[in-house]
């Protein structure tokens, strides 16, 4: 087709994408020529705010290696992760739900660890969290034989494939739910963390004035062939940053009930007051099993890193 306006360039595309075999490529591609062409003419964009752009997502490559996602922290830090799982559960978004983002820091190969056991695998100061988590269908019976990963970031803040202080997989763990679809572990008490500001998501974050922290959280996948694979987050409600959350994950439902307290206890003698304890019921729903690809595969060399925490204006 030979250009004659403006309007003929989206025409044209449109025209080519006609030819696409796959329906479901050709859906989505149209939309997102048609709201890219309609988006550039709203905003008036200039050849130099392009150019911009394109610097913007090279980027996002450039910033991502084998322990640093950056184009899923971006999409996180747009609210883009937080919607897309809102409208693949809970009724696409319109009810409450257990799944919520699964983040950039999700690794494959979790140690298998026994009901019961600790994932705390190298010194790790704070307090002691002992947890409880039951997996059910929709019907109320127990979800039994599942695959359950847990991971979290210490309490100063990193994730163990950020920290070379930490020993590998440290606060991660692969669990099997029992017959009654129950799994019980010990951690420590995660803590809130800022996310990295040393590329252009960073940027992004300045330029709004945003601060770049994200809320303590406790991660959960659970797979089981027969179940649409369930991944979760469950909040600190006491964490300042609950209602700010740089990557928008907090939902009302998955706010933990992290329950301190200030009595030893019974059978571990090795715990000083305070402690935590934290039970949650997750739902599983019928679907076919699939693992995420990780968006990370290995953890960082040399000295801890040192991310600076962005003030909001």
Not at 105 to 134: H, K, M, Q, Y
Request: charged share 25%; hydrophobic share 35%; with cysteine.
């Amino acid at each position: 087709m030979i250009i004659g306006s403006e309007k003929d360039v989206t025409t044209a595309v449109l025209s080519e994408l006609e030819r696409a075999p796959n329906p479901r490529f050709c859906e989505i591609m149209s939309a997102f020529v048609r709201h890219l062409h309609d988006f550039a003419r709203e905003v008036k964009l200039t050849e130099e705010e392009f150019q911009a752009a394109v610097g913007y997502i090279v980027a996002l490559g450039k910033h991502t290696n084998e322990n640093h996602n950056e184009a899923v922290l971006m999409s996180g830090t747009l609210g883009f992760s937080a919607l897309i799982c809102l409208l693949n559960n809970g009724d696409h978004g319109q009810t409450e739900t257990d799944a919520n983002q699964l983040g950039p820091f999700w690794r494959l190969d979790s140690p298998r660890t026994e009901t019961g056991g600790s994932i705390v695998r190298s010194p790790t100061p704070g307090p002691a969290l002992f947890v409880e988590a039951r997996f059910r269908d929709v019907a109320g019976k127990p979800v039994a034989g599942a695959e359950v990963d847990i991971w979290q970031s210490s309490p100063e803040g990193f994730y163990e494939n950020q920290d070379p202080q930490q020993s590998d997989m440290n606060l991660r763990g692969k669990f099997i739910t029992d017959t009654n679809g129950r799994i019980s572990f010990r951690s420590v008490k995660p803590a809130g963390y800022p996310i990295p500001i040393d590329g252009p998501v960073g940027d992004l974050l300045r330029a709004q004035r945003r601060h770049n922290m994200r809320p303590a959280h406790l991660h959960f996948l659970a797979y089981k062939t027969g179940f649409k694979t369930l991944i979760s987050q469950l909040y600190v409600p006491d964490d300042k940053h609950i209602d700010s959350d740089v990557q928008f994950g907090v939902t009302r439902h998955l706010i933990g009930n992290y329950v301190r307290h200030d009595e030893p206890r019974a059978g571990a003698a090795d715990v000083t007051p305070p402690w935590y304890s934290l039970a949650h019921t997750f739902v599983m729903e019928k679907g076919t099993a699939r693992l995420p690809k990780p968006p990370i595969s290995g953890r960082a060399r040399g000295a801890r890193p040192q991310i600076p925490h962005l003030e909001p204006a």
